[in-house]
């Protein structure tokens, strides 16, 4: 009786039943979020097929079109989704080189990290990666670019763009807020250049400028291009987030710096780059969440990253039209990975704003 | 701290001989533009050595030729036999027709949606978290090509759906009545779609590419500018509320009349480049097959395969309409803020 009188109060108390307004609205939206919620799980639950008769035929699900959701293309074809053309019999390899990516963005969050250690792990982890991918090397068979796919091609193409892209960035911030006015117009330049061109028109400069820029004979794999062309993007993006972080420092560290005869470059990677860095983490995890989003547009090249794998699904005649099962998957994937960083990025913002600079850092300074 | 006991004072540079900084500085600056004008040539050296050796002709010339290939109805007038530069001009009019809209509605929706985020009714906020954190950590180009999926497992035009008399809605698109205006009395009249083969006859139409387009590009940024709004309204101070509540305003009055016109100023700048994004983000059209200005050039360097010019072209018009549409904002932004100081 009593733990019934507690329940009642607590409701009571519960935000959607704080006072009126609060409960009629409740009431009325619940029931249509109830009926809503009844109806897909009757879809994608309830009527469900979870897989294909022995013959392989997708008929069953063509039947249920529309009462039932098909997730036998997800069972069917997740090896696919997740690792695209890769060997079947080596897709051990994509998936290694997955928990390694993830491995790098964990290991990124530990704070007391924060320092060369991380950035010896985002060069050597990427590498690794990248090799257990290719192979030809310790026993393993040769892959080519071609056959990579999925999951690993998004993380791969996203990392490998942010990191390549960062000493490149560092220059062009460093450059926009140079002295020098010839140094400064080309940097401004270039940044507004490509902050006001879409990323596909980058993509596509990649794929078929891109040949015509390298003498005769010599063939860069498309991959490769296509990275180039993110790199050049994404560098661009990062500058002005640094650039952000420079206008953020107090102008006493620089004058500081100056008054210890500190000249341009020392004070600048001693004194000024280490607290840009720091200052800016939960804008540049924000950029490479965005980004990581973004590397999906390789799919107008014709790569076959996550969604271009899911997208190669639906070609088959097979699977035709079951877009809605396929889309909603890999949606869940990327949706998962971006929530989780920006839950941790707002997480760091809240550091920030409530103890200035200083918390962000994994020691005391 | 610098312990001075162990080492030298950090006097970099103290032993070198003195070159003013002044020399210095244009030393480095002819560096920096040597070293990009000497990649820009060798690039471009390349290049002209490539295109004669593949026996490639440069040069705008192509777009004086006849296309060949037709684009789905528009706004202008466009034949298989009409020229290169006619398809890329309604490739632009295309992008900026489904941008526009796609700004308006997601401004409306945004603000709207910002409002509900920070709404009192906890369940009204819920919902448009909810909604917000889906849109955001989703790719764009994944969302379109779900609508896109969405719209082509509608019924065949023979099964089509109804929803209001007069409007059908199958997987060759929307059709719906339009006015047409007339010479004489009653001047204005209606044309209703018919079934007719494999399609609708009369009426007007919205293909399902413009149709995904548009959905794709309106929720996605509506959910981003609903974050701003909010913010914005955060912003403002909480003093300007209450005393507004103190004058008797009502709740909405108060939104309408204190906090949004405060909150403009926040909003403004970050809304300015939502909307440049919406247009850089139209070019995904490409991807569903609606003939946005990216997708004409795209078909257009295949056929001629002029890749430079084509691609050196659609690059300086978005670019064009990224710097004229900052232009615009940030004009009007100036005015905002002008008009905020003088009654502030």
């Known amino acids: ?365 | 701290m610098i312990s001075t006991s162990r080492r030298p004072p950090l006097v970099f540079g103290a032993n070198t001989p003195s070159i003013s900084p002044r020399t210095r500085a244009i030393a480095w600056q002819i560096l920096a533009i040597a070293v990009v004008a000497a990649i820009v040539a060798a690039v471009a050296f390349q290049t002209v050595t490539n295109l004669r050796a593949r026996g490639i002709a440069s040069g705008f010339d192509f777009l004086g030729r006849a296309a060949g290939f037709e684009i789905a109805r528009g706004p202008i007038e466009f034949s298989s036999r009409d020229t290169y530069a006619r398809a890329l001009v309604v490739g632009l009019v295309n992008t900026l027709r489904v941008s526009l809209l796609a700004i308006g509605l997601a401004t409306t929706f945004g603000v709207a949606l910002g409002v509900a985020r920070l709404s009192h009714v906890w369940v009204v906020s819920a919902i448009a978290r909810t909604y917000v954190e889906v849109m955001r950590n989703t790719p764009l180009l994944l969302q379109l090509l779900f609508w896109y999926s969405l719209a082509q497992a509608l019924p065949a035009p023979r099964d089509a759906l109804n929803p209001l008399p007069g409007v059908f809605l199958c997987f060759r698109g929307l059709f719906f009545p339009s006015p047409i205006w007339q010479a004489d009395y009653p001047w204005i009249a209606i044309d209703h779609p018919v079934l007719a083969g494999f399609g609708f006859q009369g009426g007007a139409s919205v293909s399902p590419e413009f149709a995904a387009l548009l959905v794709g590009l309106t929720t996605y940024t509506a959910a981003l500018i609903g974050e701003i709004v909010r913010g914005g309204i955060l912003a403002v101070d909480k003093g300007q509320r209450e005393a507004a509540a103190a004058l008797g305003l009502s709740r909405i009055r108060i939104l309408r009349l204190v906090v949004l016109p405060q909150a403009l100023r926040v909003i403004i700048p970050p809304t300015a480049s939502q909307y440049l994004n919406v247009v850089k983000n139209s070019s995904l059209a490409v991807a569903i097959g609606y003939p946005d200005l990216l997708s004409i050039t795209n078909t257009t360097l295949n056929q001629t395969g002029q890749a430079i010019e084509a691609i050196a072209l659609a690059m300086a018009v978005y670019l064009l309409v990224s710097l004229s549409l900052s232009l615009a904002m940030n004009t009007y932004n100036a005015a905002i803020l002008r008009r905020g100081g003088r009654t502030t």
């Open chain 1, 1 to 365: 009786m009593r733990a019934m009188t507690q329940l009642v109060a607590s409701v009571r108390h519960a935000p959607m039943f704080r006072d009126r307004p609060n409960a009629i609205a409740t009431a009325i939206l619940g029931a249509a979020i109830a009926y809503a919620a009844f109806r897909f799980v009757e879809w994608g639950l309830v009527n469900a097929i979870w897989s294909l008769p022995q013959d392989g035929s997708s008929e069953a699900c063509r039947v249920a079109r529309g009462d039932g959701a098909c997730w036998a293309v997800i069972t069917e074809r997740f090896r696919f989704i997740l690792f695209g053309a890769y060997p079947f019999d080596q897709q051990w390899r994509p998936a290694v080189a997955c928990l390694l990516f993830v491995g790098l963005y964990a290991a990124s969050a530990v704070r007391t990290l924060w320092d060369w250690r991380l950035l010896l792990l985002w060069i050597l982890l990427p590498t690794a990666a990248v090799t257990v991918l290719r192979g030809n090397v310790f026993g393993l068979s040769d892959v080519p670019t071609e056959f990579w796919g999925g999951l690993p091609l998004t993380f791969l193409l996203s990392t490998i763009g942010f990191a390549a892209a960062f000493p490149f960035a560092i220059g062009l911030a460093l450059g926009r807020r140079s002295e020098l006015p010839a140094v400064r117009a080309l940097c401004i330049t270039y940044i507004e250049l490509v902050r006001g061109v879409p990323l596909v028109t980058f993509l596509f400069m990649a794929a078929m400028m891109f040949p015509l820029f390298v003498p005769q004979g010599l063939t860069v794999d498309k991959l490769l291009r296509a990275q180039v062309a993110i790199v050049m993007f994404v560098a661009a993006y990062v500058a002005e987030v640094l650039r952000g972080g420079l206008q953020a420092i107090p102008t006493g560290q620089y004058e500081a710096a100056a008054s210890l005869g500190l000249p341009y470059w020392p004070s600048t990677i001693l004194i000024v780059l280490p607290q840009v860095l720091r200052v800016s983490i939960p804008s540049l995890v924000n950029t490479f969440v965005s980004f990581f989003k973004d590397t999906s547009l390789v799919i107008v090249i014709g790569l076959f990253d996550l969604l271009g794998a899911g997208k190669a699904v639906l070609v088959d005649a097979k699977w035709v039209g079951f877009g809605a099962e396929v889309y909603l998957f890999v949606a869940f994937i990327y949706f998962a990975f971006c929530w989780g960083v920006s839950q941790y990025s707002q997480h760091l913002e809240r550091l920030v704003s409530t103890d200035g600079r200083h918390r962000l850092s994994g020691k005391t300074i």
